[in-house]
């Protein structure tokens, strides 16, 4: 039995990990890559024949783990889709969002006759969105009483919470071979232990042969939240009295809800005045309605964090806006008020429209809360650029920018060391999802730590036999 990686190796975009057992062809995730200059084309051609692929298992809804399925299935994948209620509610969004905006962006290129033939035409549309969900078949979580799920003859599969978004899972797949049953878990994308809103990352509780670990955070350690609250209330606390307004760019998907979540917190516990707040992303609007159809994903702190009748991601100075001039109507409001709004890294959207009323105004401020990409105008406002060009015009920048990293997705590198520890059984680690630098810290670390464990970092495109053959 082998695995081949062939994306989210040696890169933390693109994540598919084809698993064959020599029966059956098991794909984990089906995403998208990101940010390098030959995306299109790396994303057009599938390194493998959709149609041999039996069945793929989606760890969550993030587009750089799921965005390829509806071209997966375009071009010919007829199996299952198994991923839990809530990761297949969110896809949906994501996936028609995700087909929007390729088809806007292709018909932009395409009438300015700019960027590569490549780029002109999407890789799908919304019409392609139904029978890509069609696919999906929901697996609820191993703690809500679910045992052992049979996905293909000699494949059975138990989903763990990965405390990372809403839905997200750690994978345990147990595959009959000549040898006996062999049992690889895949973490996916691993949250930090005390993210608000979601269960703790939980440990498979059988023995695992094999782990596919993520290692986003290699080498890195994130401050406490605890920290994170007082230095954010104080923060809040002095633009308030100044009168200003903040602005918090957010990925739409578990940051804003995270970022609501903490906001209602600190309101509740006298930490902050009842400012207005306002989330101005129909995106995150419409997945925020997600988070309340499934409250069993919640852990139980944030249930008893509030009282009964009220919900965590929504209070009374808090409002969604949906439409275009909803949004427009801000900007002629007087501060003090927080407007939470996407992209995250101010790449595009209706938070460049916020920055352009606001960054040249000392009385401002913006909050950064995610990780910036080098060539975005998050980075540059993080290096401390003096004038930033927004759609087409120059502005100074004046507003407070400050930077609140704890808001991270993911597990650092204790906290991800740590976890890994705890599994039981281990004779081999592959490292994915991670910068091939911080990766090979994290790897070094394990090997030290764990003598007994193979722990390799496989590049795009290498397969690697598992278990290990040592332990065959
Ligand atoms: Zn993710």
Redesign the pocket.
């Known amino acids: 039995m082998h695995v081949t990686f062939y994306g989210g190796a040696g890169g933390v975009t693109g994540s598919k990990h084809l698993i064959d057992t020599g029966q059956q062809q098991i794909l984990l995730d089906c995403g998208t890559f990101q940010g390098q200059a030959d995306v299109y084309s790396r994303n057009r051609s599938l390194p493998f024949a959709p149609e041999e692929i039996d069945h793929v298992v989606l760890s969550?809804a993030?587009i750089?783990?799921c965005g390829m399925l509806p071209l997966l299935v375009k071009r010919g994948f007829s199996g299952s889709i198994f991923a839990t209620a809530a990761t297949r509610d969110v896809a949906n969004y994501m996936l028609n969002d995700m087909a929007r905006i390729q088809e806007q962006d292709a018909d932009f290129r395409t009438r300015h006759k700019t960027g590569s033939p490549d780029s002109r035409e999407p890789l799908f549309t919304t019409k392609d969105i139904p029978r890509t969900m069609d696919r999906f078949v929901p697996v609820p979580y191993a703690r809500e009483g679910e045992g052992w799920r049979s996905i293909a003859p000699g494949v059975q599969l138990k989903f763990y919470d990965a405390g990372?978004?809403l839905g997200s899972a750690v994978t345990v797949l147990e595959i009959d071979t000549d040898d006996g049953p062999k049992r690889i878990a895949y973490t996916g994308?691993v949250g930090a232990p005390g993210t608000p809103l979601f269960y703790d990352p939980q440990v498979p509780e059988e023995e695992i042969d094999t782990v596919i670990a993520e290692s986003t955070y290699g080498g890195k350690e994130h401050k406490t939240l605890d920290e994170m609250y007082v230095r954010l209330a104080d923060s809040i606390n002095e633009v308030y009295d100044r009168k200003g307004k903040i602005i918090i760019p957010a990925f739409s998907l578990g940051r804003t809800q995270v970022i609501v979540y903490v906001l209602h917190r600190l309101t509740d516990e006298g930490k902050i005045p009842r400012l207005p707040v306002f989330v101005d992303s129909p995106l995150a609007t419409n997945l925020t309605e997600v988070f309340r159809d499934h409250r069993d994903v919640y852990d139980e702190e944030s249930i008893t964090d509030f009282r009964k009748d009220d919900l965590p991601l929504a209070f009374r100075n808090l409002k969604y806006t949906q439409s275009v001039d909803e949004s427009k109507a801000l900007n002629n409001m007087p501060g003090p008020y927080i407007v939470i709004s996407a992209s995250g890294m101010m790449t595009a959207g209706r938070v460049v429209h916020h920055l352009r009323h606001c960054i040249s105004d000392k009385k401002n401020a913006i909050f950064i809360t995610g990780y910036q990409a080098s060539g975005t105008l998050g980075r540059r406002l993080l290096q401390g650029a003096h004038r930033v060009e927004l759609y087409g015009d120059w502005f100074n920048v004046r507003a407070d920018v400050q930077v609140f990293n704890e808001f991270s997705?993911h597990s650092d590198h204790a906290q991800m060391s740590s976890y890994l520890s705890r599994f039981k059984g281990i004779k081999q680690v592959l490292l994915v999802h991670g910068e091939p630098s911080q990766a090979d810290v994290f790897k070094n670390e394990l090997a030290a730590a764990h003598k007994d464990w193979v722990v390799q970092r496989p590049d795009e495109g290498e397969t690697i036999q598992i278990p290990p053959p040592s332990s065959a």
């Open positions: 969550h993030h750089d783990h990372h978004i994308d997705a």
